[in-house]
């Protein structure tokens, strides 16, 4: 190159053409530049295309993890609905005085379930390879990110939460060893083979199972708690898997209001939203209660929404949206004097459901005095908005505690759905 730019600089400098000579340079030089630039692009480019396939490989393993944990969640809140249905008629059968051996059949299976309960144990691999990689970097702010790190987040205190329960589960037992029942380990195996050997250890069993040793872990199941983070859970783990399935690291603003609002830390002041398409926001527990004890009306989550099944034959039922006191022994409340207007999305199973919707502050006794309002159900969904001082005269706005409360009476089976329910300042 440097012998061809002195022939060129020679010639013109014979022909006394140094202008042309330096316009021509210039061009070499740009040329040459440019080539360099293209080809730090083409590297460049090369070198994003393999980052973020690797990018998107991880996420792809994220997404089988979530999978898998959200399969866990599903079979672990099965049994937990299992337990927290079947704790009533464990408490009647072991207190009978003809005990049965189906009797004693169906108390085995509630124990077997109940000690056998594993903890929920998420699969992080794919997310910490995220981390340590690196390429955590090329989710900074975007919506990925946060419902990543929301979701483990989650994922961990569940895991947490259940590695504790496990734990209590196991000191139970331990305690439960210490003491001669009269039941040898061996006695089961042969049970199995022959079923009247029962009579041989009956009054030894009910001693067992009316000891206090066993009342806390049968209480401890008494009410699916699981049930509202597994809702959370499975929102956000699903919002992620569609997200990666389709390639995209934005989610649609309504997902991340609802993750936005599940985080809300506790406080004195009202958020508008009890309830934002099925999800429940942390600081707001769902109770349920009737006339003849809480489990006669069920407690369940759906894909973006919440349902109730009220048994038949109650003089009344409800399922109330409270403040949670969060493990304080208070009754807690919030203060929504701001508000004007209470707005709720729901449906009814058949469409002619009657239902008294129902607001209390804390200082409201639990006597059914609270003010009322009548709601008939459609069966498609239907917004409703009644007015928080013409309709509940007797709540107090700044201390309000049931942020709602559904009240069935003299029900048949009833079944109906929450999907949204906010506070308004219209």
Do not use: C
């Amino acid at each position: 190159m440097i012998p061809f730019f002195r022939k060129i600089r020679k010639r013109f400098a014979d022909n006394n053409k140094p202008l042309q000579y330096l316009r021509y340079a210039i061009g070499e030089i740009i040329l040459v530049v440019i080539g360099i630039l293209i080809a730090l692009q083409i590297n460049n480019w090369n070198q994003n295309r393999i980052e973020n396939a690797a990018l998107w490989g991880n996420l792809n393993n994220i997404k089988s993890n979530i999978k898998n944990d959200l399969k866990q969640a599903s079979n672990l809140n099965f049994v937990l609905n299992q337990l927290a249905n079947n704790t009533t008629d464990f408490w009647s059968l072991r207190s009978k005085s003809d005990f049965t051996l189906d009797d004693f059949l169906s108390t085995e299976n509630h124990l077997n379930t109940l000690f056998g309960l594993e903890p929920f144990s998420p699969n992080t691999y794919g997310f910490e390879t995220l981390k340590s990689t690196g390429y955590i970097g090329k989710l900074q702010g975007t919506d990925m990110e946060v419902l990543l790190f929301s979701y483990y987040e989650l994922a961990k205190k569940i895991n947490e939460r259940t590695v504790r329960d496990r734990s209590f589960l196991d000191e139970i037992l331990k305690e439960s060893q210490k003491t001669d029942w009269g039941i040898s380990q061996e006695f089961f195996y042969f049970f199995y083979k022959d079923p009247t050997l029962f009579k041989d250890i009956k009054e030894s069993y009910l001693k067992m199972i009316n000891s206090r040793i066993f009342d806390s872990a049968i209480s401890m199941r008494s009410f699916n708690q699981f049930e509202t983070d597994r809702l959370e859970l499975h929102f956000i783990g699903k919002s992620i898997i569609s997200l990666i399935g389709k390639n995209e690291l934005q989610a649609p603003p309504q997902i991340m209001r609802s993750v936005e609002l599940y985080n809300t830390d506790f406080s004195d002041i009202g958020k508008e939203e009890v309830v934002i398409n099925g999800i429940i926001p942390k600081s707001i527990r769902v109770v349920t209660d009737s006339n003849l004890g809480f489990d006669k009306l069920k407690f369940e989550g759906n894909e973006d929404y919440i349902g109730f099944n009220i048994q038949p034959n109650l003089d009344w039922a409800a399922a109330m949206f409270i403040v949670d006191s969060l493990g304080q022994n208070i009754r807690a409340s919030k203060d929504f004097s701001a508000y004007t207007i209470i707005e709720l999305e729901l449906r009814g199973e058949n469409g002619d459901e009657n239902l008294k919707l129902a607001l209390k502050d804390k200082f409201d006794p639990d006597d059914g005095t609270e003010s009322t309002v009548d709601m008939q159900l459609s069966k498609d969904w239907q917004f409703y908005k009644f007015n928080l001082r013409q309709n509940f005269p007797t709540a107090d706005l700044k201390n309000l505690h049931q942020l709602s409360g559904f009240v069935a009476l003299n029900t048949k089976e009833l079944k109906f759905y929450v999907r949204n329910i906010r506070f308004l300042k219209e």
